[in-house]
C-alpha cells in the first residue's frame, strides 16, 4: 500500500482511482417533492426520473428503493461529481429537486446552499456547497439558451449545475479523469449514496447530439430515481465519460414486452465540456484533463526531483521527520504504525499533487533554506509546475486574510486589480457583481487567485539574478493599499513579504511595488455618492403626468438608503425635481474630495424620454434657478426590459467590455428588431450604441437595445426640422467619463442653446451599482408590449 494514502497518484502511474472517489451525494430534506411527485407538467414526457423499474414491476422484480432518509432529516435526490478539489458538477434538476421546486424549472433558484456526502471517502463524512453556475435545462429544439423544456419533451439540453464547496473534502475524495464518451463503451453508474448493490452496468448504445443512450444489463440495479448528476464510468477506459440524466419510460398503460426496458440516456463529455466552456466555467476544466501523460513526468524533470531528495533528505532520520508534516501540508492520509515512504513515492507525490512541491518546500525551510529555495525555484520555473506556486497553507492563509476584508474593500477589490496591470484581465477577475454578499465574494476570490497566480510577473524590471514579482502579489499590494484598518493592510502585507522571502524576490523591488499601489491608493476615491430614484405608474401626459416615487440615497459604499419623498401621492415631474434638489444638496455637502452625486432615474420604457434633466427649481428673489442636469450627472436604468428579454447575462458581459470596443452607431437603416438584435449579437461586447435613428424612433430603438443587454446607449431626444442641430455629442475616449460629459453638454446647453441644440439621453446600466429591493420585484410581465 502506498503510504501517502489514496490521493490521485496512489492507484499507481498507470490506473486512476474508481468512480466512487469523486463521487457527491446530492441530499434534500425530508418533507420535499420527491422524484415521483415532480411529474407535473412533464408527465407525458418520455424521459422520466420516477423511481419505477420501466416494464419489471408486472413481473413481480421491482427493486426496491434504497432507504436515505436519515436522523438529520436528509435524503438522497441524486449525485454529482468532483470536477476540481473544491468544485462539484451535478445536473441543475438534482438542484431543482434538493430545494424542491419542479424537477425541469428553468429559472435561477438564487443563493443556493446545499448538504453533499462523499461516499468515497475513507471515513465518509458531509458538507455544504454552494451554487456557482446554472445551466438551466432548455429545450433541445431551440437555438437560444433562454427557452424552457416544453411539456412532453423527450430529450433536452444545459441542464448543468456547477456547485463550490464551502470547505476542503475529506480525504479520500480526488477529482475524476474524464474520457470522450462513444459507442460500444461498457460503463457503470451508482446511485447518488454510493451503495455498491445499486450498482447498474449498460453499454452505450449510440451517441447522437452530445447524448449517449446507455442499454442498461438485463440482471443487476437498473438507472432510475437517484443516480442523475452522477458519472457514467467507462469499465474498460477507467474514465468518467459523462453524466447520468434521464431514464426513458412507456408512459401510462400496461406493460407489454414489447415496450422499451432499462434504456437512459446521459449527457456525453463533449457535451458537458462545451456546455461549462459557454457558461463561463471553463476555468475548472484543466482539472479534468486525463492525468496520465502528466504522470509519466519527463526524465529530466524526475531526475532532478530525485536529486533534491536526496539533498534534503538523504537519511531516514530526515525523512521521519518531515513525512508526516508533509503530508498534512497536502492533506493525504498517511500511517502512523513507524513506517516510511520510500523516495519514489515522494517523487510521485511532487509530480502528481497540486501544490506539493511548494508544501516541501515550506517544510524544509526552517531547517533547510537551501533546499527549499531550490524547490521554490523549481516550481516557479517549470512549466508544468508554474500554475501553482503556493502551498496549500499559503493559500487558504491569503483566502482567509481576503474573508476578513470589510465590505467597501472587498466591493473595490476588481478595481485595484485592473489598476494593478496594463493589460486586460479575465472576465473572472473583472467581475465584481455581488461582491457585498460574503458568500459571494468568498467563491470570487477563490476565481481570482486561481487566475492571477498562473499569470506571469508584472513585467517591471528586476535586479540581476533575481526573480520577478508574480501578478497575485502584485494585486495583493494593491488590494492590501486600499484595506483598513491597518492591521489588515498589515496583514496582507506580512503575507507578500513572507511569499517574497520564499521565493527570493529582491526586498526593493517589492518596495517598489507597494509604493505604486499606495500613489494609486492615494489618487483613486470610492464610488461616487448617488442619489436613486425609481418612476412607476405614471398616468397623463407631458409635464402633468404623474408618478408614484421612491428615493434612496447611496453615499459610495453600495448601500441604500431609504429616502423620504413629498408624501405618499403621485408627483409631477416639477414636484419630483424640488426633492431631487433637497437630497442632492445633502449629499454633495457629504461628500469627500472630488467625488460627486449622480442620479439615477429607474423608469419603465415608456418613459426612456423623460425630461428631468432640464426642469428647474425656482430659486428665491434674484437667483438663478437651478437644473438637476446640469449640476449633476443624470443617467437612466430600466431593469424591467432587461428581466423582460431575460438578457442579464449578456448585460453582465457588455460592461465587463465597457472601453474595449468601439460604439455602435444606428441611423434610419436600422427600423427593424430583428436587424438591430442581428447587429448586436455579433458582438457580445459591443457596449456602447449611439442611436441616431429618425426622431420619434428612437426610444422605441434603445428598448431593442436594452434587450439585447446594451448598458449604455446615448440619443437626442430634440426633434430639428431643419436639419441644423443634429446630435454631435461622441463618447470620450475614455467612456467611464461620459456620464459628466452629457452632464457638460447640459450645462453648456443652457449657457449657449443654439450652438448645443441637442437633448441628450443617456442609459448607464453599472452592474456594480445595486438597486433598490422594488425595481427587482416589479413584475415585467405587467408592463406593456415592447
Not at 250 to 265: F, I, N
Not at 402 to 425: H, M
Not at 575 to 583: G, S, Y
Not at 587 to 594: E, N, P
Request: with cysteine; glycine share 10%; charged share 25%.
Amino acid at each position: 500500500m502506498r503510504w501517502f494514502g489514496t490521493g490521485p497518484y496512489a492507484a499507481g502511474e498507470d490506473a486512476a482511482p474508481d468512480e466512487r472517489a469523486g463521487l457527491v451525494t446530492v441530499y434534500g430534506t425530508d418533507g420535499g417533492p420527491a422524484d415521483e411527485a415532480q411529474q407535473g407538467r412533464h408527465a407525458t414526457a418520455g424521459p422520466s426520473f420516477a423511481a419505477s423499474a420501466v416494464g419489471g414491476a408486472a413481473l413481480g422484480t421491482r427493486p426496491a428503493a434504497p432507504r436515505t432518509a436519515s436522523r438529520y432529516g436528509l435524503r438522497t435526490v441524486g449525485a454529482g461529481v468532483c470536477l476540481t478539489p473544491r468544485h462539484v458538477l451535478t445536473c441543475a434538476h438534482v438542484v431543482n429537486l434538493a430545494v424542491g421546486r419542479d424537477r425541469l424549472e428553468h429559472a435561477h433558484p438564487g443563493a443556493v446552499e446545499l448538504t453533499v456526502g462523499f461516499p468515497g471517502a475513507a471515513h465518509g463524512g458531509r458538507g455544504t456547497a454552494r451554487l456557482t453556475h446554472w445551466i438551466p435545462p432548455r429545450d433541445e429544439q431551440s437555438s437560444g439558451r433562454h427557452s424552457p423544456v416544453p411539456p412532453g419533451a423527450r430529450r433536452w439540453r444545459g441542464d448543468l449545475a456547477v456547485l463550490e464547496l464551502t470547505g476542503d473534502p475529506p480525504p479520500g475524495v480526488a477529482p475524476l479523469r474524464w474520457a470522450p464518451m462513444t459507442a460500444a463503451q461498457t460503463v457503470r453508474a451508482r446511485y447518488g449514496s454510493g451503495d455498491p448493490e445499486h450498482l447498474a452496468y449498460g453499454r452505450v448504445a449510440s451517441v447522437e447530439g452530445g447524448i449517449g443512450y446507455v442499454h442498461g444489463g438485463p440482471t443487476g440495479a437498473a438507472i432510475r430515481a437517484g443516480y442523475s448528476g452522477g458519472p457514467v464510468w467507462s469499465v474498460a477506459e477507467q474514465r468518467a465519460v459523462g453524466l447520468v440524466a434521464a431514464m426513458v419510460t412507456h408512459g401510462a398503460g400496461p406493460y407489454d414486452p414489447a415496450m422499451t426496458s432499462r434504456l437512459s440516456w446521459s449527457f456525453s463529455w463533449q457535451a458537458v465540456r462545451e456546455e461549462l466552456t459557454a457558461a463561463g466555467a471553463g476555468g475548472l476544466l484543466p482539472d479534468c484533463r486525463d492525468r496520465l501523460p502528466e504522470q509519466r513526468a519527463p526524465d529530466r524533470l524526475r531526475e532532478e526531483l530525485r536529486l533534491l531528495l536526496d539533498q534534503a533528505l538523504p537519511d531516514e532520520a530526515h525523512v521521519r521527520k518531515h513525512a508526516a508534516r508533509f503530508a498534512e501540508r497536502c492533506r493525504l492520509p498517511h500511517p502512523e504504525d513507524g513506517s516510511l515512504p520510500t523516495l519514489e513515492e515522494w517523487t510521485d507525490v511532487l509530480l502528481t499533487v497540486d501544490r506539493a512541491v511548494p508544501a516541501l518546500a515550506e517544510v524544509l525551510a526552517p531547517c533547510d533554506p537551501v533546499s527549499a529555495r531550490k524547490l521554490r525555484d523549481l516550481a516557479r520555473l517549470t512549466p508544468r509546475l508554474t500554475a501553482h506556486w503556493m502551498s496549500p497553507w499559503e493559500e487558504q492563509a491569503l483566502l482567509h486574510l481576503l474573508g476578513t476584508l470589510p465590505d467597501d474593500v472587498r466591493r473595490r477589490v476588481p478595481e485595484a486589480t485592473r489598476n494593478a496591470f496594463p493589460y486586460p484581465l479575465p472576465d473572472e477577475v473583472e467581475d465584481g457583481t455581488g461582491l457585498s454578499d460574503p458568500k459571494v465574494f468568498a467563491a470570487y476570490a477563490r476565481r481570482w487567485l486561481t487566475a492571477l497566480e498562473s499569470r506571469a510577473g508584472d513585467g517591471r524590471q528586476v535586479p540581476a539574478g533575481t526573480p520577478g514579482v508574480p501578478a497575485l502579489l502584485r494585486a495583493v499590494e494593491f488590494v492590501a493599499a486600499l484595506s483598513s484598518p491597518l492591521d489588515r493592510r498589515d496583514e496582507l502585507r506580512r503575507w507578500t513579504e513572507r511569499m517574497a522571502g520564499h521565493l527570493g524576490i529582491d526586498s526593493g523591488t517589492l518596495a517598489d511595488r507597494r509604493a505604486d499601489a499606495e500613489r494609486w491608493a492615494e489618487a483613486a476615491v470610492s464610488a461616487p455618492p448617488r442619489l436613486v430614484v425609481e418612476l412607476t405608474g405614471g398616468t397623463g401626459h407631458g409635464r402633468t403626468r404623474r408618478y408614484d416615487v421612491g428615493f434612496w440615497t447611496d453615499v459610495g459604499d453600495g448601500r441604500l438608503q431609504p429616502a423620504a419623498g413629498a408624501g405618499a401621492d403621485p408627483l409631477t415631474p416639477a414636484e419630483i425635481v424640488k426633492v431631487l434638489h433637497k437630497h442632492l444638496d445633502r449629499l454633495a455637502g457629504a461628500s469627500v474630495g472630488q467625488a460627486w452625486p449622480t442620479v439615477e432615474l429607474i423608469v419603465e420604457h415608456g418613459d426612456l424620454e423623460i425630461d428631468l434633466d432640464s426642469l428647474d427649481a425656482a430659486a428665491a428673489g434674484p437667483l438663478p434657478p437651478k437644473v438637476v442636469g446640469t449640476r449633476y450627472p443624470m443617467v437612466l436604468r430600466c431593469p424591467s426590459i432587461r428581466r423582460l428579454a431575460d438578457s442579464d447575462g449578456v448585460w453582465r458581459r457588455r460592461w465587463r467590455a465597457l472601453g474595449r470596443k468601439g460604439v455602435v452607431r444606428l441611423d434610419a437603416a436600422h427600423d427593424d428588431p430583428g436587424r438591430v438584435a442581428g447587429l448586436l449579437d455579433a458582438d457580445l461586447d459591443a457596449s456602447v450604441v449611439v442611436v441616431g435613428t429618425p426622431h420619434g424612433t428612437r426610444a422605441r430603438t434603445a428598448t431593442w437595445c436594452l434587450a439585447c443587454g446594451v448598458p449604455v446607449l446615448l440619443w437626442d431626444r430634440a426633434e430639428h426640422p431643419d436639419g441644423v442641430g443634429a446630435f454631435r455629442l461622441d463618447p470620450p475616449s475614455r467612456v467611464h467619463q461620459l456620464p459628466d460629459a452629457v452632464r457638460e453638454y447640459r450645462a453648456k446647453a443652457r449657457s449657449s442653446p443654439d450652438e448645443h441644440r441637442a437633448r441628450p439621453v443617456l442609459v448607464w446600466d453599472d452592474p456594480g451599482r445595486p438597486l433598490p429591493l422594488t425595481a427587482h420585484l416589479t413584475d415585467p410581465s405587467e408592463r406593456a408590449e415592447l
